[in-house]
């Protein structure tokens, strides 16, 4: 079973919904993340969490929120869907006690209409 | 702001010869760097990382650091097709404490039979 686990996997919705990505770790790590990635722009932090109790925005957060359900658990919401968040999302997991390599999900791809 | 910058390509090799990718970054604080190999589609995987500077071997990857001049490479011998990917390059220091990496675009290398 993978170690990081996103659903949907692809997801198509219209402008103006909620929707949610939700993502699972197995490994055992304490900081989870949240990206997109658009063709051309790399990866782009959208918000990130320590532990169960903490959360922090990355560099896009507008328009999104985050959920940290359990250590194994974070969720990423959009409130009201809009088509520039058309993109690949990817969960991410890093250690602490590790060299903090990123341990990333097989990503959701979320098209809005 | 902290950036790193790599070129988007293609850079275009072909089989058995040596690729060469490179990165600079322009935080000095930055500590760690890592090099993720991406196939199209799917997610980033961590190739290399590598935080002292020279050189860091590792099988047919080589990563090679330069803090003075703010730029890390990466080399890759005996070129396959299945190399053929996008290399993104990121940068971490230890601003706030936060340990969160900083990402390039990108670089998509092909490597033609």
């Known amino acids: 079973d993978a170690d990081v686990t996103q659903t949907p996997r692809n997801r198509i919705t219209k402008t103006g919904k909620r929707i949610m990505l939700e993502c699972s770790q197995t490994?055992?790590?304490?900081?989870m993340y949240w990206y997109r990635q658009d063709p051309g722009l790399g990866l782009r932090l959208i918000y990130y969490?320590?532990?169960?109790?903490?959360?922090n925005k990355g560099e896009i957060s507008d328009g999104y929120s985050v959920s940290r359900q359990a250590q194994a658990k974070f969720s990423l919401s959009l409130e009201s869907a809009i088509p520039n968040q058309t993109a690949l999302y990817f969960c991410a997991t890093s250690d602490t006690r590790e060299i903090h390599e990123q341990y990333f999900g097989p990503g959701t791809r979320l098209t809005v209409t | 702001q902290k950036e790193v910058e790599q070129n988007s390509g293609p850079l275009s090799v072909p089989e058995g010869a040596i690729a060469s990718l490179n990165c600079t970054y322009s935080?000095?604080?930055?500590?760690?760097f890592f090099w993720y190999r991406q196939y199209s589609g799917k997610s980033p995987e961590l190739i290399m990382f590598?935080?002292?500077?020279g050189d860091k071997e590792d099988g047919r990857f080589t990563a090679q650091l330069n803090k003075a001049s703010q730029y890390v490479s990466l080399l890759i011998r005996d070129s396959q097709p299945s190399d053929s990917a996008t290399y993104l390059c990121?940068?971490?220091?230890?601003?706030?404490?936060?340990?969160?990496?900083?990402f390039g675009r990108g670089t998509s290398l092909i490597v033609h039979p």
């Open positions: 490994k055992g790590h304490d900081r």
């Open positions: 935080d000095r604080g930055s500590q760690s």
């Open positions: 990121a940068a971490r220091g230890v601003s706030g404490g936060s340990y969160i990496p900083t």
């Open positions: 969490s320590f532990d169960v109790k903490d959360i």
């Open positions: 590598i935080y002292s500077n």
